[in-house]
Structure formats: C-alpha cells, structure tokens
C-alpha cells in the first residue's frame, strides 16, 4: 500500500496568514493527489484533484502542487471559514489511501 | 444535485455484524464511470479506506477488513450495502458512503456519514 505522509499535523495561523501543508506519499503516484478539508461534523469535501486542479465553486486562494512523491498545499490568504482539517488522498493504485491530516487552527 | 444517505443500526454489540446502507438520489447508481466507496473515521481520527463496489458488481476491499467485509449494490433500488461481521471496539467509527471516479479516483461527493458504536 501507499503511504501518505502528512506535515504538519497541526499549524497555528491567523485570518490573512500564507498556510502550506506537505504531502508526501512512499512511492511515484504521479499527480494522482487529491486534497479534502473537513470541518468538525462534517464530511471532508474534495477541493484539489490531479494535484493542482480546483474543484468547481472552491476559492482561488487555494492551490496545490507537486507531482510524483511530493506535493503541497498552499492558502494563499486565510478566511475564517478555512479553519478545519485537511487530508490528502492517493488515487495512483488501490487502496487509496488517506494522509493522517493536518490541523488548520487560528492562532 | 446527488446526494448519499447512510443509514443503520447506530450501535452493535461486539461479534456480532454491522449493516449499513446508502441510498442514492439525483443520479444514477448505475453509471460505469464511478465505483462506490465506504469510508470510515474513528473518532478523532484520519479516514480509513473500506472498499469500493462498481454497479457491475466487480468489488475491492481493504486487505485488513477483507475477511469481515461484504459490499453489494442494488441497482433496482439505487443502493450500495455494507455489511461487516465480528465487530469490536475498533470498529467504532464515522462510516461515509461516496462516489469515486473509476478512470480518476477522487471521492465527491460525500454522505453525511452516520457514526456507529461498538459496545454491549
């Protein structure tokens, strides 16, 4: 199975503040990277897929990279509302597999 | 707009088989394009790969679950079951029904999921 390594586990921003989370997964999945944020109670919601393809109606102050074992994902400006957990997810081969995610907090 | 509904028993006693269902609406079940995943979470913690099942009936498991695990699909009736037998406390968990493309394996959308404790 892939795995898919996340840091950090947790980060402390403020509304304004650049946030970038790494993705780094144990073997070449190419681009196959999708990115989800989830909020508490919620289910996760897809917001990047291909690694840097935004999911229609998500914000431009997202963005993704990478391709093969290394990937990022980067907002640009913090809002309120981007406060929640992140995974990202290998789509190169079954399993797919899940990141252990990273906590978006505010600081 | 289509949407997921997990359904089923919100508690289970330890050995015994945890059934839940997912009900399909604003589409159909029986697209080639898509598989159809569980998916489940721990309280607390990070998201668990179940298994996906195509609407041809052609099933994928995850290899630590396989032996417990039994995902079918009725097209007639729009929906996917899961059914997971000799549960124990670690089997308590968020449970997710989605859709995940076959050709690009994004998971979108999601069901609210619905949380499934494993107690006497």
């Known amino acids: 199975d892939i795995q898919m390594t996340q840091s950090p586990s947790s980060v402390s921003a403020s509304v304004g503040d650049r946030v970038t989370i790494t993705c780094r997964a144990s073997?070449?999945?190419?681009?196959?990277l999708a990115w989800y944020q989830q909020k508490p109670g919620k289910a996760p919601k897809l917001l990047i897929y291909t690694a840097s393809t935004l999911q229609g109606g998500v914000p431009s102050r997202f963005s993704g990279s990478g391709s093969g074992t290394d990937f990022t994902l980067t907002i640009s400006s913090l809002q309120p509302e981007d406060f929640a957990t992140y995974y990202c997810q290998q789509a190169n081969s079954f399993p797919i597999t899940f990141g252990q995610g990273t906590r978006l907090e505010i600081k | 707009q289509m949407q997921l509904q997990e359904s089923g028993p919100g508690l289970v006693k330890p050995s015994e088989t945890l059934s839940l269902t997912c009900s399909v609406t604003g589409g159909s079940i029986s697209s080639p394009s898509y598989y159809w995943d569980w998916i489940r979470q721990p309280p607390g913690k990070g998201l668990e790969w179940i298994g996906s099942i195509h609407y041809s009936g052609n099933t994928y498991y995850n290899a630590s679950l396989k032996s417990r695990l039994t995902i079918s699909v009725d097209t007639s009736k729009n929906q996917v079951s899961l059914s997971l037998t000799s549960v124990a406390a670690a089997d308590t968990a968020l449970y997710y029904c989605a859709r995940r493309g076959v050709a690009a394996g994004w998971v979108d959308p999601w069901g609210q999921g619905t949380l499934v404790i494993v107690s006497s």
């Open positions: 073997q070449g999945i190419s681009r196959w």
